[in-house]
Each structure stands twice: as structure tokens, then as C-alpha cells.
């Protein structure tokens, strides 16, 4: 990995990127983008406050989110930011405690914080398998909880976005990651149901290969073959998943929740993604080997 580098869409870019969606859509509103500063987060981040949101940008780097925060407000788009760590509940429910005191309300959570690193399972250490865990599932869940039981104290509706990963099929060197989003797939579900007397909808999006700076954790040649693991042979792009989440998490999505939408170009119908690398077994019949263990 070289530091320098950097992938995906510019703040540049998502300042002038055509959408689909009407503006003015979100006037009024109030979003909450984990992760804001991120490749996926950024690009929802920007999205939402050109369609008139006030939006909160939170992550664990500071600079990241000033960063953010400065190019945004030089477009006279509304947003401010935090650094939490989604991992520990005290700092997110004072985070919350935050937002109430500053907007009194709080429309859209979108929780896009979260990432892995590609590791053979077998490998796994108990620190990495908690690290993981711990930010995608926990992490994403204390936020869950922190936001519905402010909308209950409030007597206000709500909607969150959570952004997870291909469970289904062929996203290969990342289980920790693949076990965690299941959980909040299914947590997603169960909460969806439990939570629609209070007004709150809960839906996933499960985003393909999406050019990001999150990309940096993999090596160059498995970076390169991201295109290839769907149908389309593209990688998709970060205003695709903003696009997404907008949708289930704005008004169009208004009767739907307990729902994961795929933005993976087909991927989870054709197509394997091997986070470490294809092994030579994979490859085909000729190189399995002689001295493969057939458990006979
Ligand atoms: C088709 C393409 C799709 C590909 C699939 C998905 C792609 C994406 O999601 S890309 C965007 C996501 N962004 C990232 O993944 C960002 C990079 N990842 C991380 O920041 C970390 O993995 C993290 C999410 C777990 C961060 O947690 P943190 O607690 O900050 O982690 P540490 O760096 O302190 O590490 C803790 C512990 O974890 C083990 N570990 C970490 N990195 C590796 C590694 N590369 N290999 C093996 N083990 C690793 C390790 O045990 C660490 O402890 P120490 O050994 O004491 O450092
Ligand atoms: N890009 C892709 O191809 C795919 C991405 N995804 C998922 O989409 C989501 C966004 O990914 P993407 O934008 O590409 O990745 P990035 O790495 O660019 O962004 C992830 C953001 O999450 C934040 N974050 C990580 N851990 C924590 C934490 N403990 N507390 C608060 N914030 C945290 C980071 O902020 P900071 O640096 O400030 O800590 C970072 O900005 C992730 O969950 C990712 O796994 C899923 C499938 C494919």
C-alpha cells in the first residue's frame, strides 16, 4: 500500500455529481452519517446535505471529519461533526444526548463505519476476530439502539441505513467481517418489527466492490481483480451505494423496512471476490495438487 495513493470519488466530484433525487428532498431534515468521512459515508454525507439535510458527520479521526466539514461548508452546504468511536456506548449516547441538544431532532442514521482486514480464518487472532466484531456489530448495533430510544423518548420517528457486505455469496479472506454483517442483517430484521410501533424503519445496504480509500487494506493485485467479480466486470462507485441508501432511507423507502438491498452489479449471481488472493485450489482441477489431504 502507498500512503499517497487514494481511490474513488473526490469531494470535488460528489460536489457536482448528478443525482437522481429531487432537491430540497431533505429540507428540514436532520442526518447522522458513522463513518462520515469515509469513501461511502463522504459520498451519503454529501448527497444528504444537497438534498438539504443538516449533516452530522461522525468517525474516529478529527482531521478527517474538519476535512470534510471545511470542504462541504465552502459549497454553503449545512453539516457539523464528532469523533466517536462506535465501540464505546457511553461516548455514542452522549453523542446523541449532543445531537438532541443541538437539533432537537434527528431524521436519518446511515452506518456506514465499519471495515475489516482480509485474513484466511484460520488465522485469525482473538484481538483481530474482536477488533471486527466489536466494529461491526457492536458498533453498529449501540448506534442502533442509541438513536431508537432517543426517537422513543421523543415520540419522533425515525429511519436508519445500516451498510453491510455480501453475506450470501463469494466474499472470501474476510468471515470475521461476513459473521459480523449477518448479525446486523439479522439484528436488522428483528428490530425492524419490534421497532415499526415507534415509527422506525431498519434496512440494509450490501454494496459490491465500491471504489474506496477503504480499498487500501488489500494488495494491489487483489484490488485489480475487484472488477471482475461481477457480471458488469466494473467496480461500482460510492455515489452508488449514497444513491441507495438515500432511497430506503428517505421518503421513497417509506413503506419499506426489515429489507437488504444488493448494489453489487450482479455479483451475488456471478462472480467470487478473494479478499486475500485466489488460492492456487480454486484455480482449477489441474492444480489441486497431489498431496491434498482428502480426508480418507
Ligand atoms: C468486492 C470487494 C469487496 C471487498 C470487501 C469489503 C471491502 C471493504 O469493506 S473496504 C472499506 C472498509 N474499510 C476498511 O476495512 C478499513 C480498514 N480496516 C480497519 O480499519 C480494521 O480492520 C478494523 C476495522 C478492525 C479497525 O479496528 P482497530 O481496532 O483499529 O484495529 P487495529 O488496527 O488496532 O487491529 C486490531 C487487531 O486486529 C488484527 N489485525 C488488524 N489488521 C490486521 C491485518 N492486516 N492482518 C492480520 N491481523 C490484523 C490484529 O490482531 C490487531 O491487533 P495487533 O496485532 O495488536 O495490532
Ligand atoms: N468499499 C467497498 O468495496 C465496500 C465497503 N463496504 C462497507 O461499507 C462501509 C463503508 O466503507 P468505505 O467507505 O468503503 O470504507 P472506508 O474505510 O473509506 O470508511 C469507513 C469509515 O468507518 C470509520 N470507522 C471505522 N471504525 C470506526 C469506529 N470504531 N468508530 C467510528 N468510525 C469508524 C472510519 O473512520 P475513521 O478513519 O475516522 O476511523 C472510516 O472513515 C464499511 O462498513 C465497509 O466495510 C462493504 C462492501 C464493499
Known sequence: MTGAESFGLTDADLAVKPTVYAPGMFDGKVALV?????????????????????????GRSEAKIAGLIGAMRETGLACSGHAVDIREPEGVAAFFDRIWDEHGQLDLLVNSAGGQFPQAAIDFSVKGWNAVINTNLNGTWFMMQAAARKWRDAGQPGSIVNVVVVTTHGLHGVAHTVAARA?????????????????????????????TDGWKVYTPQVRAAYPMTN??????????????????????????????????????????????????????????????????
Open 231 to 296: 457480471p458488469m466486470m466494473r467496480a461500482g462507485d460510492a455515489w452508488d451505494i449514497a444513491e441507495a441508501s438515500v432511497y430506503l432511507g428517505g421518503p421513497a423507502g417509506k413503506f419499506i423496512t426489515g429489507e437488504l438491498l444488493t448494489v453489487d452489479g450482479g455479483g451475488q449471481l456471478w462472480g467470487e471476490t478473494w479478499t486475500t488472493g485466489k488460492p492456487d485450489y480454486f484455480k482449477g482441477a489441474d492444480s489441486r495438487g497431489a498431496d491434498r489431504p482428502d480426508g480418507d
Open 183 to 211: 448479525g446486523v442483517i439479522g439484528l436488522s430484521r428483528s428490530v425492524a418489527v419490534e421497532w415499526a410501533p415507534l415509527g422506525i424503519r431498519v434496512n440494509c445496504v450490501a454494496p459490491g466492490a465500491i471504489e
Open 34 to 58: 458513522s463513518g462520515g468521512a469515509g469513501g461511502i459515508g463522504r459520498a451519503t454525507a454529501w448527497l444528504l446535505a444537497r438534498l438539504g439535510a443538516h449533516v452530522i458527520i461522525s
